[in-house]
C-alpha cells in the first residue's frame, strides 16, 4: 500500500505532467476511459479543472476528438464478454491517444 507521502508526490508529479502538456496545448481536454454510473462521461478543458485530483482524469488529449469520444462510448456501452473484449477496446483507446499526441495519468 502507497504511504501518504508517496500518493501526494505522485499528485504533484501528474500535475507537473499535465502543467507542461497544457503549456504545449492550450486547448487541450481531459476525460476517463471507464464511467461508474453516469460519471465521468464529460470531457472538461483541462485549463479549467488544475489541479487535478488523484484519479479524476485517465488522459489528456489537444482538442476534443470526436473519434475517440466514440471509442470511449463504445467501450463503456459494450457487453461483458471477458477480459479479452474489454482489453481490445482500452488497447484501441490508448492507440487513439498516442496517435492524437496525447498523455495519459499514472495514479495511485
Not at 497544457?22 to 481536454?29: G, Q, S
Not at 453516469?38 to 473519434?67: C, T, V
Amino acid at each position: 500500500m502507497p504511504t501518504t507521502e508517496r500518493i501526494t508526490q505522485n499528485n504533484t508529479e501528474e500535475n507537473n505532467k499535465a502543467r507542461e502538456y497544457l503549456a504545449n496545448h492550450p486547448r487541450a481536454v481531459v476525460g476517463r476511459i471507464n464511467y461508474f454510473h453516469n460519471s465521468g462521461k464529460e470531457i472538461k478543458n483541462l485549463k479549467d479543472i488544475m489541479p487535478l485530483l488523484n484519479f479524476a482524469f485517465d488522459w489528456a488529449i489537444p482538442q476534443k476528438d470526436d473519434k475517440l469520444i466514440k471509442l470511449i462510448q463504445d467501450h463503456n456501452n459494450a457487453p461483458f464478454n471477458g477480459m479479452g473484449n474489454i482489453t481490445a477496446s482500452v488497447d484501441k483507446i490508448f492507440d487513439r491517444i498516442e496517435k492524437l499526441n496525447g498523455i495519459t495519468f499514472f495514479w495511485i
